[in-house]
């Protein structure tokens, strides 16, 4: 059932007190502008995932979007269609993390031909060790935990410890390209770890 919010600052009181499984954000509202309402989001205890619809299409807007904690963006016009299929990606992405959560012992993340077992930070690519490096199990730990959703070549560097050997966040792009040599059944076409491109990279949610 969705709620209706005016403005931003309803927003950031309906969220509080409220129990929400998607937040659908505009990027200009009253009061308090979409960017703050979603940094106020992603500030609170609880993962909530959000889709930012707005008519700024630019590039610099999205980045920044995203940056802050946006999991989607999408850009008026749009179909119905379009913003369901994100909605049930966007929920399917929430109900394996739960699963996650709540599952004890062992946590194992299983896509088609690709296991990562979390705790004992192993992957097995149809069965075998690829034998990656503590970055590279990091990087991919990171994605598979959040399959569909973007990150920054920045945050990538910054979540995963990678430090910047030219002086820019492109270090990154180095370890994916090692990552996938080794995880990915062709490496001339990615299955698993996508580019989003002129921002940075996400995990595909197609075996969610």
Known sequence: EPTRAEDGRETNQLYDQGNFDLVNLDLILRHVEGMEVCRHIRNSERYVPVMMLT?????????AGLEIGA??????????AELVARVKALGR??????????????KVLTFDGLEVQ??????????????LTQ?????????????????SRRTLCERAGVESFDG???????????????IEPDRNRAMYVLTVWGFGYKFTDKFC
């Open 55 to 63: 008519a700024k299409g630019e590039d610099a807007h999205k980045v």
């Open 71 to 80: 999991d989607d963006y999408v850009t008026k016009p749009f179909s119905v």
């Open 93 to 106: 992405r929430v109900e394996m993390l739960s699963r996650l959560q709540d599952s004890p012992g062992e």
């Open 118 to 131: 979390v705790e004992k930070r192993i992957a097995l690519r149809d069965g075998v060790d690829v034998e």
């Open 135 to 151: 970055k590279e199990f990091e990087i991919l730990r990171i994605l598979a935990m959040t399959p569909g959703r973007p990150y």
């Open 168 to 182: 820019t966040d492109r270090t990154i792009d180095t370890h994916i390209k090692r990552l996938r040599a080794k």
